[in-house]
């Protein structure tokens, strides 16, 4: 059974961080991209963050470039998002997601984490 399993969520101050983390278990997702994306109440899910197994670069959204760093441990098979600088309007549910790289170049999320809060306060 194939699992991702998001922790790390909370209650954070603006100017704090938190660092969420995704468990995956179940199968190996080397030929996939990982991704963290966040929804907001009353708003659509929205892209976070991608980084492939394998390496290569790491695409951010505008909103959190330079403020969220994501980071795979390969022999943890678990990606993390460290945020820093946080605003109250990065307050959303957080989901992890593994995406399987279709031939045209773009994206499809094959599986998905159950997501953790977070809320950052003014």
């Known amino acids: 059974q194939v699992q991702l399993v998001e922790s790390g969520g909370g209650l954070v101050q603006a100017g704090g961080s938190l660092r969420l983390s995704c468990a995956t278990s179940?199968?190996?997702?080397?030929?996939?991209?990982m991704g963290w994306f966040r929804q907001a109440p009353g708003k659509e899910r929205e892209f976070v963050a991608r980084?492939?197994?394998?390496?290569?670069?790491?695409y951010y959204a505008d909103s959190v470039r330079g403020r969220f760093t994501m980071s795979r441990d390969s022999a943890k098979n678990t990606v993390y998002l460290q945020m820093n600088s946080l605003k109250p309007e990065d307050t959303a549910v957080y989901y992890c997601?593994?995406?399987?790289?279709?031939?045209?170049?773009?994206?499809?999320?094959?599986?998905w984490g159950q997501g953790t809060q977070v809320t950052v306060s003014s």
């Open positions: 980084m492939s197994w394998s390496g290569g670069n790491t």
């Open positions: 179940g199968r190996t997702f080397s030929t996939y991209a």
């Open positions: 997601a593994a995406n399987r790289i279709l031939a045209s170049g773009n994206y499809y999320p094959d599986y």
